[in-house]
């Protein structure tokens, strides 16, 4: 194909404004899916994604319309993977901003314009859903005016009704340019996206930004210098579809028996063996963990099936980790990292569902780099493997900028909010009339707790958030322990801010009061800090044994409550003589609400 012929695009957009709705809408009006093929959202392809309406892979499919070829490249939707979406706009020339016509401008749509500006893409705005009764387009285009686009170039659409379709498919052709690229040069392709499929082991999907490339070509990688041979390249129609030869300006893929996404990480650059490029694609970053927490089978006896189903997820999935670990409570376990809490809770639901294991998960935690007073530097993100506190001269903790974007009424809650979460204010903007950005550094810490949830009750859900990461810096932390019975419970300690530890010992204590079950004796629950207790509250005995609650004879009434109580136990751990649900594990996420 003749690059002047090409276009590649994607579609970016906030959350729910309906970008996998418009990808459907263009890819059945250009018969790229026949309607009985049409699923739902067919860009969105794990049954979790489209259960959860939320986008995590990158995809791409070709589209054929008016003698071109458009390549549409879908990027993720949530703060946790924007790194993909990074790697997505740097393979393409241009793309959609949809806006939602009665959401207006969001922060998500801020940090994509910026985004795209970066990759100095062309921008297509487009104000989606004019056919609901909320919709106001030219609210919409004020803002657009504002934000320093030219409102006369949106194009008003429903991508529900399929209203503007084509409209949006000439744009593509007309205003996004053809990919500037020489064919004859040495092999450069940009790796946006990789999957891991049992029988072809690793497909790539790259944008061939230089050169070109065809079966039993050697490839390099060129981040890690392996090379292989490739087996088949082809492009997404939507279904993968062999073809003779990627060019220079495509869009497609290239499986060549990598058996392991993580030598095939998105961002990395592929090139020939032969005649090598001579330098990398800019902006390879290998993604690294934020948030780690430990993964316990509750039956121990699974923790061989644990481990395999960890080992084939990773093989999906560069950017999660995984170690073994053993707590004195729990038993054993893997301490796993996510880029975020989504990403934990995509990976624990897929582990459970597609596994079938039942698991404990304890509360995530941040890496915090600790001094020692010997000069020793430690990077901990278990908090039960604290040193003492009296070998610890100083302890750091990662911050991260957080804007959050919100109508003003709000703004009075939303700065309590972030002041409680030990929030350093750093700047509000107006968006339009009625519209602000509050910027706050915040610690990652407090961001990963229950903050997203209590910022969309504070504020009716109008409010969006947005952080990156800006560094560690020194606070002035402790490690509060919980111990149960007398026991000290390794995987219920946290860290706490040294301010607020007598506070969140109370709430724990009280918390922990109503989730563990009552036993047939008194159980004690304590906070420490450094050996001290500063809470207690008591589990008293159960009075009664639950059977004689039952009729003498009934005796399927009893099995029904044994069955019951074995539904109970499920997400249970037995610590010494007490049990312990998952709940327990969780408290600490929750007590800003209930403090
Ligand atoms: N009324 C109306 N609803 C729409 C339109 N387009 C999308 N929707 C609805 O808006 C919701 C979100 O649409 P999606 O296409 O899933 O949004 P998205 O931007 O892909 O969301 P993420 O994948 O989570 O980023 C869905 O319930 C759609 O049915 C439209 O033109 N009009």
Do not use: W
Not at 19 to 32: N, V
Not at 224 to 243: A, H, I, L, R
Not at 295 to 321: G, I
Not at 351 to 363: G, S
Request: with cysteine; net charge negative.
């Amino acid at each position: 194909m003749q690059t002047e012929e090409i276009r590649n695009f994607c579609i970016i957009a906030h959350i729910d404004h309906g970008k996998s709705t418009l990808a459907d809408r263009m890819l059945e009006y250009t018969d790229t899916i026949t309607d009985r093929k049409m699923q739902k959202q067919v860009l969105d392809k794990m049954d979790l994604e489209r259960e959860r309406g939320i986008t995590i892979k990158a995809q791409a499919v070709t589209i054929n319309y008016r003698d071109y070829e458009l390549n549409l490249i879908d990027t993720p939707g949530h703060v946790d993977f924007a790194y993909e979406v990074s790697r997505s706009l740097a393979a393409c020339e241009g793309a959609i901003l949809v806006i939602d016509a009665a959401q207006g401008v969001e922060a998500q749509t801020m940090a994509n314009i910026y985004l795209a500006l970066e990759h100095d893409l062309e921008v297509i705005p487009v104000i989606n859903k004019i056919d609901l009764p909320a919709a106001n387009p030219d609210r919409v285009k004020e803002q657009l005016l504002e934000i320093g686009i030219d409102p006369d170039e949106a194009i008003l659409a429903s991508a529900k009704n399929g209203t503007n379709i084509d409209k949006i498919l000439d744009a593509v052709i007309e205003r996004i340019p053809a990919p500037q690229a020489g064919a004859d040069q040495p092999l450069k392709a940009l790796v946006f996206d990789s999957f891991y499929d049992s029988y072809q082991g690793v497909i790539a999907y790259v944008r061939i930004m230089e050169g070109s490339v065809k079966k039993d070509d050697n490839i390099l990688l060129m981040s890690n210098q392996k090379s292989y041979q490739v087996d088949e390249v082809g492009y997404f129609g939507p279904d993968m579809t062999p073809k003779k030869e990627l060019t220079a300006g495509e869009v497609g893929y290239i499986i060549s028996g990598i058996k392991d996404v993580r030598n095939c990480r998105v961002g990395d650059t592929i090139t020939k063996k032969e005649r090598p490029a001579a330098a990398a694609l800019p902006g390879y970053q290998k993604v690294k963990p934020m948030v780690f927490s430990g993964l316990y089978p509750t039956d121990n006896s699974d923790y061989e099936v644990l481990k395999e189903a960890l080992e084939k997820l990773q093989l999906n999935d560069a950017s999660f980790t995984f170690e073994p670990e053993t707590s004195e409570a729990l038993g054993f376990g893997f301490r796993c990292g996510f880029l975020g809490l989504l990403h934990m809770e995509v990976i624990q639901e897929r582990l459970e569902r597609e596994y079938d294991l039942d698991l404990v998960i304890t509360a995530p935690s941040v890496e915090y780099n600790i001094v020692k007073k010997n000069g020793d530097v430690l990077k901990i993100e278990n908090p039960a493997l604290f040193p003492d506190p009296a070998e610890i001269a100083e302890i750091k903790e990662p911050f991260v900028n957080a804007e959050i974007h919100l109508p003003e009424e709000y703004v009075g809650q939303a700065m309590e909010l972030c002041q409680d979460n030990r929030g350093e204010f750093a700047d509000m903007q107006y968006i339009d009339q009625d519209r602000v950005t509050l910027s706050y550094k915040m610690p990652l810490s407090e961001i990963i707790t229950d903050f997203f949830n209590q910022l969309k009750s504070r504020t009716r859900g109008y409010a969006t958030l947005d952080y990156e990461l800006k560094g560690y810096e020194k606070s002035n932390l402790v490690k509060l322990d919980i111990l149960v019975n007398g026991e000290l419970v390794d995987a219920l300690s946290t860290i706490v801010h040294d301010d607020n530890s007598y506070q969140e010992g109370n709430y724990l204590t009280r918390r922990l009061k109503e989730v563990i079950p009552r036993h047939m004796f008194k159980v004690p629950i304590q906070a420490a800090i450094g050996g001290k207790i500063i809470a207690r509250a008591n589990i008293p005995a159960m009075r009664k044994n639950v059977l004689q609650k039952c009729y003498g004879g009934d005796i399927t009434r009893k099995r029904k409550l044994l069955e019951k109580q074995k539904e109970g136990k499920k997400r249970m751990k037995q610590v010494g003589s007490v049990e312990i649900p998952q709940e327990a594990f969780m408290a600490i996420l929750e007590r800003e609400e209930n403090a």
